[in-house]
């Protein structure tokens, strides 16, 4: 498994409650722009629309050896669910302060694949606590390192 991109930003600013692999539907310029890594999930989002998932707001830059027929770069980009699980996640985004977000995108059996998951906003104290918690931890491995 090859890890192209990570969100690193949604471990700060959410509340992780689930992760779900899911496919997506690329072009094939953009199969090699993401095997260039040239890929940017940090702002992406993604919304149920009529039974579908999409993926808005992701950037995979052009191939640069591409021909006109190349992709936009950030257009909206269908993944690929089975009807149950869409149905389940659903139900979960549709309380109030849940979305979905990416947290990686990586190849798996030469296939894209994107890790989503269902997450809920931290508030500012929550986000002090961990910045603590690290503070912490990274001070007990330092000391622990001298004996």
Do not use: W
Not at 120 to 146: A, C, L, P
């Amino acid at each position: 498994m090859e890890i192209i991109a990570k969100n690193r930003k949604a471990f700060y600013q959410y509340e992780i409650l689930e992760k779900i692999e899911c496919g997506i539907v690329l072009t094939g310029t953009e199969v090699k722009s993401l095997r260039n890594k040239d890929v940017s999930i940090s702002e992406s989002f993604a919304q149920l629309d009529h039974g579908e998932a999409f993926l808005y707001e992701m950037h995979i830059g052009e191939y640069k050896q591409g021909n006109r027929q190349n992709h936009e770069p950030k257009r909206r980009r269908k993944l690929l669910f089975h009807k149950r699980e869409i149905s389940k996640i659903a139900g979960k985004v549709q309380q109030k302060g849940y979305t979905l977000i990416p947290l990686s995108i990586y190849f798996k059996n030469g296939l894209a694949k994107l890790e989503i998951a269902i997450v809920r906003g931290k508030s500012k104290f929550d986000k002090r606590e961990d910045i603590k918690k690290r503070t912490v931890e990274r001070e007990i491995r330092q000391v622990m390192k001298k004996f």
